[in-house]
């Protein structure tokens, strides 16, 4: 079983499991509002999610196998048990081997390619190691909301981020100073770190920095929201105003994010 999504079927995915079970008929509609795909790319994508055993369609009625979480612990373990036989250490091992250093004299690690929740897992499960490192740099390709979650619930620092675009994709990466090596806590340090929702999603300090790559991104994600709500306007259907009012929230959001710029 194949256990990495590509962004395509990571798309297809997120809607099945926000809306599951459903029809085939219903995910065809609503890939036709939202992503502008005919009917047989629907139906493509979605065997490449059964084949994956991610979801299955029977007679029609769509449901899932696994729940988003569960998916992405699957994934997680999936990918460390095939890469380094399930062991962190082998992780800190191996990215050290490639510098020509022991695992003892890596002072950052840096993290990147990856799904968010795989990040989370490394993260976690490599708490002893990664405790002693001075710095990381994550670029997780997914999740990244629950990534900055992670890391301010853990009292890591945000020392810089930054986001470049290639091909139309944008990718943000961050550098996080593990809590043992954050100096000058104050006793407000942890209060100081919480952070707005459109923090989470977007970044602190690449709102704080009005990161012009960011800036664009902004703009893509409020025209996509703006479109799909466009789209939906004038259905019917308990469904479509549940994601109307999903959309409507992103939108929000976006915009909060986008008044930085405006300051």
């Given amino acids: 079983m194949g256990y990495q999504l590509t962004e395509a079927e990571e798309r297809l995915a997120e809607i099945l499991w926000k809306g599951v079970p459903m ?13 502008d795909w005919k009917k047989s790319t629907t139906y493509t ?21 696994y729940t988003k979480e569960e998916w992405q612990a699957q994934e997680s373990r999936q990918f460390v048990k095939d890469s380094f036989g399930g ?13 020509g ?18 990040v989370i897992h490394i993260l976690e499960e490599g708490k002893q190691i990664v405790s002693t490192l001075k710095g990381c740099i994550l670029q997780p390709q997914s999740e990244i909301q629950k990534v900055r979650e992670y890391l301010v619930e853990h009292e890591f ?21 593990p809590p043992e090596y954050c100096e000058h806590k104050t006793a407000d340090w942890q ?18 920095n009005k990161n012009p790559i960011l800036y664009e991104y902004l703009k893509r994600e409020i025209r996509i929201r703006e479109d799909i709500l466009l789209g939906l306007a004038g259905k019917d259907g308990e469904r479509i105003k549940e994601r109307m009012t999903e959309i409507e929230h ?3 959001v976006a915009k909060k994010a986008m008044s930085y710029y405006e300051e």
């Fill in 87 to 99: 062991s962190l250490p082998k992780f800190l091992t191996a990215f050290a081997k490639g510098k």
């Fill in 157 to 177: 620092r945000f020392e810089a981020e930054d986001m470049v675009e290639e091909d139309g994709k944008y990718y943000p990466m961050m550098r996080v100073v």
């Fill in 23 to 35: 029809t085939s008929a219903e995910l065809v509609k609503i890939c036709g509002e939202e992503m």
């Fill in 250 to 252: 992103e939108l929000e």
């Fill in 191 to 208: 209060e100081d770190c919480k952070k707005e929702e459109w923090e989470y999603l977007y970044g602190p300090l690449l709102l704080k």
């Fill in 101 to 118: 250093l022991t695992a003892k004299e890596v002072e950052e690690m840096i993290v990147a390619g990856m799904g968010g929740g795989l």
């Fill in 45 to 65: 994508m979605l065997k490449k999610l059964e084949q994956k055993g991610v979801f299955v369609n029977e007679k029609g009625m769509i449901r899932a196998v």
